[in-house]
């Protein structure tokens, strides 16, 4: 099961959709849901089975997400399979997941984020273009949405971070206050 981080859907009244590009072939009895939890709760099905022996071709489903408007949520995409060794197809394939209508932070706010060197095989300076910024919490994540490290009210424009125990990769810098920034590291 392929899960996301939790976000928050917006109001009913903008439509939230949940789209994907989907490609399956199952063996008899295996199928595929797509599945969301809010909060803390249960696992519900939101799809109908993607069932039968293949789809196909590529499908761009679209499932509505205004049931669950305002909530947060995580999102899964379940196989069910009968586990019979003897019978093995290719599985399901997801690409190009998106929430339309999902607020997205602006891209041009990178530029109040500036990383240097970046990449990185040491060490990285984090300088906050506005002095305004101060008081901000600065969190990092994996590309799988787990936050690795964070530090709160950050007290200066220039932030030194460390490679630490972070394994090679890339990773999202995010800045939250009165507003939110992102842009991205390379550790090597």
Same mark, same amino acid.
Request: no cysteine; net charge neutral.
């Given at each position: ?11 009913? /009244? !903008? ?6 590009? &989907? #490609? ?10 797509? !599945? ?5 709760? /249960? #696992? !519900?099905?939101? &799809? ?22 305002? &909530?947060?949520? !995580? ?16 599985? #399901? ?13 602006? /891209?041009?706010?990178?530029? $109040? ?32 949405? $787990?936050?690795?490290? /964070? ?38």
């Amino acid at each position: 099961m392929i899960r996301h981080t939790s976000f928050i859907l917006p109001a009913a /009244e !903008q439509n939230p959709r949940l789209r994907f590009w &989907s #490609w399956f072939d199952f063996s008899a009895g295996d199928y595929g849901l797509v !599945q969301i939890k809010t909060g803390s709760g /249960e #696992w !519900q099905t939101i &799809s109908p089975p993607y069932i039968n022996k293949s789809s196909g071709a590529w499908t761009y489903p679209s499932i509505d997400l205004k049931e669950f408007s305002g &909530s947060s949520v !995580q999102i899964a995409f379940q196989i069910i399979t009968d586990a019979d060794p003897t019978s093995v197809n290719s599985g #399901w394939y997801i690409d190009d997941i998106s929430f339309n209508n999902i607020t997205r932070v602006n /891209e041009n706010l990178q530029e $109040k984020i500036k990383i240097y060197p970046n990449p990185t095989s040491d060490k990285a300076i984090i300088d906050l273009s506005e002095p305004d910024m101060t008081g901000y919490n600065l969190s990092v994540f994996n590309l799988s949405g $787990k936050k690795v490290l /964070e530090m709160d009210k950050i007290a200066s424009d220039k932030i030194e971070l460390g490679k630490g125990n972070l394994p090679a990769g890339i990773y999202i810098i995010e800045l939250k206050g009165n507003k939110a920034y992102r842009n991205k590291i390379i550790i090597r």
